[in-house]
Antibody
Framework: EVQLVESGGGLVKPGGSLRLSCAASGFTFSSYNMNWVRQAPGKGLEWVSSIRNSGSYIYYADSVKGRFTISRDNAKNSLYLQMNSLRADDTAVYYC????????WGQGTLVTVSS | DIQMTQSPSSLSASVGDRVTITCRASQGISNYLAWFQQKPGKAPKSLIYAASSLRSGVPSKFNGSGSGTDFTLTISSLQPEDFATYYCQQYNSYPRSFGQGTKLEI
């Protein structure tokens, strides 16, 4: 069974940093592209970033470019999102999602940016 | 960048009805379109990819069609569990983009 479990969310002050993790199981992690998608409270889905299975190609939304860094460790079956210079409008539930097109989603982790 | 526009933003229907949601891309995306269902407080669920291919386990009451810039999601014989918010997403190019969502209400 495919499982994606996000962790690392929490409350952080504006300008702060946070690192999200996504632990994958039930499939060959190194064979799949992975994504981060977020959803601000009461809003729609917003694509954040994607990384190819080998990590060789990486893409970002303009809203996070230069502040967020996606990475993966295929040996640990894990996906990461390092978030720096956080702003109030980064407040959202962050989902880890598998493949392109997306087929499985994690349950999400809430990031709240507030003073 | 490709903009995705869904209509309507919200839709009221009754159990047993058939409804259609439209998704329009600002430029051609061939059939690189996916549909997702999201219930309150839950993660999205993947329904359809390649515009019309059903994900495993998704009932055939969900039907996707379209190509190029215009796409539709039709849900027949609505049941209580179908009332949710539906999103389209293009995966033709980066940056990926979602429609704003269509809330299907009883």
């Amino acid at each position: 069974e495919v499982q994606l479990v996000e962790s690392g969310g929490g409350l952080v002050k504006p300008g702060g940093s946070l690192r999200l993790s996504c632990a994958a199981s039930g499939f060959t992690f190194s064979s799949y592209n992975m994504n981060w998608v977020r959803q601000a409270p009461g809003k729609g889905l917003e694509w954040v970033s994607s990384i190819r299975n080998s990590g060789s190609y990486i893409y970002y939304a303009d809203s996070v470019k230069g502040r967020f860094t996606i990475s993966r460790d295929n040996a640990k079956n894990s996906l990461y999102l390092q978030m720096n210079s956080l702003r109030a409008d980064d407040t959202a539930v962050y989902y880890c999602a598998r493949a392109n097109p997306i087929d499985y989603w994690g349950q999400g982790t809430l990031v709240t940016v507030s003073s | 960048d490709i903009q995705m526009t869904q209509s309507p933003s919200s839709l009221s229907a009754s159990v047993g009805d058939r409804v259609t949601i439209t998704c329009r891309a600002s430029q051609g995306i061939s059939n690189y379109l996916a549909w997702f269902q999201q219930k309150p407080g839950k993660a999205p669920k993947s329904l359809i990819y390649a515009a019309s291919s059903l994900r495993s386990g998704v009932p055939s009451k969900f039907n996707g069609s379209g190509s190029g810039t215009d796409f539709t999601l039709t849900i027949s014989s609505l049941q209580p569990e179908d009332f949710a918010t539906y999103y389209c997403q293009q995966y033709n190019s980066y940056p990926r983009s979602f429609g704003q969502g269509t809330k299907l209400e009883i």
